[in-house]
């Protein structure tokens, strides 16, 4: 997708970290921009700052745990701007405990945002995009817990590892009906946001790397490299999973 300019996305947690960062990038580019909050006040605000700063913004309070308000989202952002081409799936929360001690609710409600959330949004937002017949993408926003476990994160972890493997099985979907549609999971690191305050990396480095998925069609996008490269946990751990098939007992 080279083509930015005068193009609608939807962004859902618009309102802050990595979500607010992605709007303004896409606002920076000449795009029209559809943000999603479930904190209204917030959203008002940040809505108010960059429309006064020249950028054609619709602000829905939405949450996303709620199908009807996703689908709400979509068709109000094709109503305003007349065509949906990006959906940025953002929207998460963190709940830290012990697996097996963590409340049944936290679990649930962990889970409704991060992944149902997200599948709320393909279901959605996807029908719109392929509605334009012309080039779009999709962009779920995981995280390193997408390919690294870590402890006392269970829900998180298991919702971002859903995404992981939602995002694959929509562009093999999409891919299979001749779309011109890319799909990417983004998986960004230690970002310093308000779920991550002692973060090293700006918002603005994730975004960055969400244009330039959008416009090269990356599947997996890392935005850091504080766990990548030859030796480190994403390496060893997949490492760990091929060498497992040579382990099978016939």
């Known amino acids: 997708m080279k083509r930015l300019t005068g193009r609608v996305a939807v962004v859902t947690g618009a309102a802050s970290g990595i979500g607010l960062a992605v709007c303004e ?6 795009m029209r921009v559809a943000m999603a909050d479930v904190n209204a ?50 929207a998460g929360i963190v709940i830290t405990g012990t697996s097996w001690e963590l409340a049944l609710e936290d679990w649930q409600r962990v889970i409704d945002v991060n992944l149902w959330g997200v599948i709320h949004g393909i279901r959605a937002f996807v029908p719109l ?9 999709v962009v779920n926003v995981a995280s390193m817990a997408a390919v690294v476990a870590h402890a006392r994160l269970g829900p998180y972890t298991v919702a971002k590892h859903g995404l992981l493997g939602l995002t694959d099985v929509v562009g093999a979907e999409l891919e299979a009906i ?28 994730v975004a960055a790397n969400v244009v330039d998925a959008i416009r090269h069609r990356r599947r997996y996008v890392f935005t850091d490299d504080q766990h990548g490269g030859p030796g480190g946990p994403v390496d060893q751990r997949l490492r760990a999973i091929v060498a497992a098939e040579s382990e099978v007992l016939a």
């Open 25 to 30: 990038e896409f606002l920076a580019r000449g």
């Open 41 to 90: 006040d917030a959203l008002r605000a940040q809505a108010d700052r960059l429309r006064s700063e020249g950028g054609e913004i619709l602000a829905v309070l939405t949450d996303v745990r709620d199908p009807d308000a996703v689908d709400r989202l979509g068709r109000e952002a094709v109503a305003r701007f007349g065509a949906l081409h990006v959906a940025v799936n953002n």
């Open 129 to 137: 995009i392929l509605d334009t017949g012309e080039e779009g993408h």
């Open 178 to 205: 001749g779309a011109p549609v890319g799909v990417s999971v983004v998986m960004p690191g230690m970002i310093r946001t308000g779920l991550n305050p002692i973060g090293t990396v700006e918002p603005a480095t």
